[in-house]
């Protein structure tokens, strides 16, 4: 089920201007600022179990023609998961169906949305402060009411400024009845609200979700666990962070007490530079996002799948470094001249030659992010493809180059790009951004006449480069298709029609085979 559209941030209220103004900062940019962090926020919510348009009909039971209600009579079991499917508000209203559905909604394991507790005056429009104590009080009269456990719970459109005692409450009522599923959002304002610590308690959790929190000192808990060094979660399977204040060591304490996690995932990473280490026997996909990185250092990860890396934040070069990943699979997007990539205790550069030990031959996609008018950057697209020499998928996003720093011609390429994977390996591309320079046109020239196994090429240009298909298609005939190494290729190209935004949600999903394609 897709998630709903997110309720839009209103406005600063009076204290939190007083408070921008006071930092020196623009209220209205502040603003602009929390509302797209609240768009990045909401749309990489996972997805609720239960249908948020879902209502329980006020029509009479069915029943047959001789009176009977044999939907009351199925087994309890299938009432539980009847009960279990419906909204929270609905889930408790079938209590009053008959006595046969009166306990059923006691002894489910509930799904709770604060969404559906918001009064109905209230539905339609986008949350205020002033509603904070209705909504309040009505998530804890549901947690007080049902005994558990939870499967799963979203707290995710509240203002819990001025509510921090009722949080903690919450937390320590989630912790006792057992909550399997928590997301857990506070809405801005302000961004560094403190997360209740007891939030280390819950053991039972198989995913978690924090958003825009201050995240607990985990300074002086023993590595591994909470309070007598036992496990801190020992069921997390998924653990997202988006817009979280907290520092490296309190991240490794999280990792080091998660032994069975298979997905992690970081968004708006604060309080960095983040230096990651992975070491996880159950680990499959990673993803780091809009977040200021230093190192991320892959140290023992047996079944990791996929690393994905978007847009890291303040330009600062960032060190990659495998050193035991054999099942990877899917990795990107890198970026030359960001990224320095480092592969068994070798950093990779131009002047290497790439011999076994610095290879990673389970990676079958990989996807760049490469500035064609930046000399040493392109120079680098050979000696990655050649750590990587089973990739049978290349995804490359052009980057505005805003001053070139060296002629990019097809002599270039012809000197610098002979690429094993590219002539024998290479059956897809997908070229994004493209904006018609020599440069770019120069490089798909010489890619085309070179990949031999070639089956599919897509093409999509930058927004505002081309006015028309036709346009578009006319500077692709500079490729000379007769010339192409490939007899089997087919080429698509698209005029971009939206900015680039990279799905957060759609590169966790380990369903989608390839995330990095464009269509």
């Given at each position: 089920m897709a998630n709903q559209n997110p309720w839009p941030f209103v406005h600063l209220d009076a204290r939190a201007v007083a408070e921008a103004l006071s930092r020196g900062q623009d209220p209205q940019a502040?603003?602009?600022?929390?509302?797209?962090?609240?768009?990045?926020?909401?749309?990489?919510?996972?997805?609720?179990?239960?249908?948020?348009?879902?209502?329980?009909?006020?029509?009479?039971?069915?029943?047959?023609?001789?009176?009977?209600?044999?939907?009351?009579?199925?087994?309890?079991?299938?009432?539980?998961?009847i009960v279990s499917r419906l909204p929270i508000k609905d889930a408790a209203r079938t209590a009053v169906l008959s006595k046969r559905w009166l306990p059923v909604w006691r002894d489910t394991p509930l799904v709770l949305d604060d969404t559906n507790l918001r009064p109905r005056a209230l539905a339609g429009r986008a949350p205020v402060r002033a509603d904070a104590p209705v909504l309040t009080a009505a998530i804890t009269r549901v947690l007080a009411a049902h005994p558990g456990p939870f499967r799963v719970v979203y707290l995710i459109r509240s203002y819990m400024d001025g509510h921090q005692q009722q949080l903690a409450h919450w937390i320590r009522m989630l912790a006792a009845k057992?909550?399997?599923?928590?997301?857990?959002?506070?809405?801005?304002?302000?961004?560094?609200?403190?997360?209740?610590?007891?939030?280390?308690?819950i053991a039972t959790l198989t995913r978690l979700f924090i958003g825009v929190w201050k995240f607990p000192d985990t300074t002086g808990l023993p590595r591994g666990g909470c309070g007598g060094g036992a496990t801190l979660f020992p069921h997390l399977r998924e653990?997202?962070?988006?817009?979280?204040?907290?520092?490296?060591?309190?991240?490794?304490?999280?990792?080091?007490?998660?032994?069975?996690?298979?997905?992690?995932?970081?968004?708006?990473?604060?309080?960095g530079p983040l230096c990651l280490r992975l070491v996880g026997q159950?680990?499959?996909?990673?993803?780091?996002?809009?977040?200021?990185?230093?190192?991320?250092?892959?140290?023992?990860?047996?079944l990791l799948e996929r690393l994905i890396l978007w847009n890291s934040l303040d330009g600062s070069c960032i060190r990659l470094k495998i050193?035991?990943?054999?099942?990877?699979?899917?990795?990107?997007?890198l970026e030359p001249g960001i990224h320095t990539l480092e592969m068994h205790n070798t950093v990779i550069n131009t002047r290497k030659v790439v011999t076994p030990s610095t290879m990673a031959p389970s990676v079958k996609a990989l996807?760049?992010?490469?500035?064609?008018?930046?000399?040493?950057?392109?120079k680098m697209l050979p000696a990655f493809l050649g750590c990587f020499p089973n990739t049978d998928t290349l995804h490359i996003v052009s980057?505005?180059?805003?001053?070139?720093?060296?002629?990019?011609?097809?002599?270039?390429?012809?000197?610098?790009?002979?690429?094993?994977?590219?002539?024998?390996?290479?059956?897809?591309?997908?070229?994004?951004e493209f904006r018609g320079d020599r440069s770019e046109l120069d490089f798909l020239k010489f890619f085309m006449k070179n990949a031999r196994v070639l089956e599919k090429v897509d093409?999509?240009?930058?927004?505002?480069?081309?006015?028309?298909?036709?346009?578009?298609?006319?500077?692709?005939?500079?490729?000379?298709?007769?010339?192409?190494?490939?007899?089997?290729?087919?080429?698509?190209?698209?005029?971009?029609?939206?900015?680039?935004?990279?799905?957060?949600?759609?590169?966790?999903?380990?369903?989608?085979?390839?995330?990095?394609?464009?269509?």
């Open positions: 502040v603003e602009q600022g929390t509302s797209a962090v609240l768009y990045y926020l909401y749309t990489s919510v996972p997805d609720l179990p239960v249908s948020a348009n879902a209502c329980l009909s006020a029509l009479p039971l069915p029943t047959s023609a001789d009176g009977v209600d044999r939907i009351s009579a199925l087994p309890s079991g299938i009432l539980r998961e057992g909550v399997e599923e928590l997301v857990l959002v506070n809405r801005p304002y302000p961004i560094d609200m403190p997360l209740p610590a007891t939030i280390l308690n653990l997202i962070v988006c817009c979280v204040s907290m520092e490296n060591r309190d991240m490794d304490f999280l990792l080091a007490g998660s032994p069975v996690l298979e997905t992690l995932g970081i968004q708006g990473y604060k309080k159950r680990l499959q996909c990673v993803q780091i996002c809009l977040s200021i990185v230093e190192t991320i250092t892959v140290v023992n990860a047996p050193d035991h990943a054999p099942k990877l699979r899917l990795l990107g997007y996807a760049l992010r490469l500035r064609f008018g930046v000399r040493n950057d392109a980057e505005k180059t805003f001053e070139a720093t060296g002629k990019l011609n097809l002599k270039f390429w012809q000197e610098n790009g002979l690429i094993k994977s590219l002539q024998s390996r290479i059956k897809g591309m997908s070229f994004c093409i999509k240009s930058a927004m505002g480069c081309f006015t028309s298909i036709d346009e578009l298609q006319s500077k692709i005939l500079a490729l000379d298709p007769d010339n192409w190494a490939s007899d089997n290729c087919t080429l698509a190209v698209y005029i971009g029609s939206v900015p680039e935004c990279w799905n957060f949600r759609r590169g966790l999903d380990v369903s989608v085979g390839d995330p990095f394609a464009p269509y």
